[in-house]
């Protein structure tokens, strides 16, 4: 579902050094890797085969095998959601960036935090709404604001000593409200988490957890017609995932 430099991205946060410098070679040898044992790999690294695997798995294989067949399938074959940007294809990609740790963490940050913040611009405002609703009916008060002015006003009464989160909003993580909010939370030590299209973006640069959906920019007749499904789908998936933990 998800490609290998896909993977890579959703799964950053858990590679170190020696993980980026085994996953630059494979990127930079595909073909030839997928022919590979993984001990003729290790030896070609100057690591052991206990390095690969560990690699693989918080890439989300089982291990070696499965993370090479998956490249060699990612090579020879062609995806069977062939039409990019239809609503099954950014479905399908969604549901393969969702990632149980990030929910996890996420879900631990919005329970432990004193206030919670919410803030998204134009169309995906309401999403911010949906989520305040969905934590409300177990309890959760949360916050969420439309205006950039307002939301500055309230991150500037913060005092950093305080366990205060920001959850932050924008399928191109680059909407100029957006990263000025981003900043100022950035400042005053305010843990901050983004939902963004995935991509590398300065939104998700500056966040301390990045929550991602596939939903890319389409325009038609000039208009905005890009699909909000795969946000709706990542919000409820962290809601139910939310309310699961309270049972």
Same mark, same amino acid.
């Given at each position: $579902? ?26 930079? +040898? ?36 499965? $993370? ?21 294809? +950014? ?38 709404? =949906? $989520? ?51 900043? /100022? ?15 590398? +973006?300065? /939104? ?12 890319? +920019?389409?325009? =038609? ?27």
């Amino acid at each position: $579902m998800l490609q290998f430099q896909e993977r890579i991205q959703k799964y950053e946060y858990k590679l170190n050094d020696t993980d980026d410098q085994i996953v630059e070679f494979i990127l930079k +040898n595909k073909e030839d890797v997928v022919g590979f044992s993984i001990q003729y790999l290790a030896a070609r690294l100057f690591t052991v085969p206990n390095t690969i695997t560990r690699l693989s798995k918080k890439l989300g294989f089982d291990g070696y095998s499965q $993370m090479k067949n998956s490249l060699k399938e990612e090579m020879n074959s062609q995806s069977i959601f062939t039409e990019e940007d239809s609503l099954t294809y +950014n479905i399908h990609k969604t549901i393969g960036l969702i990632d149980q740790n990030t929910l996890e963490l996420t879900t631990k940050l919005i329970q432990e935090a004193r206030r919670v913040l919410f803030f998204a611009v134009g169309d995906t405002a309401p999403f911010c709404e =949906m $989520m305040i609703k969905n934590l409300k009916v177990v309890g959760k008060q949360a916050e969420y604001y439309i205006h950039r002015h307002d939301v500055l006003y309230e991150l500037s009464k913060f005092d950093s000593k305080e366990n205060n989160l920001l959850f932050l909003i924008s399928l191109s993580g680059e909407t100029a409200q957006v990263l000025d909010v981003a900043e /100022l939370a950035k400042f005053k030590g305010i843990k901050l988490i983004s939902l963004t299209h995935f991509s590398k +973006n300065p /939104l998700q640069q500056i966040a301390d957890v990045n929550l991602y959906c596939y939903s890319p +920019n389409k325009k =038609m007749n000039e208009y905005n017609v890009t699909d909000k499904t795969p946000l709706l789908f990542v919000i409820r998936s962290l809601s139910e995932y939310y309310w699961k933990t309270l049972k």
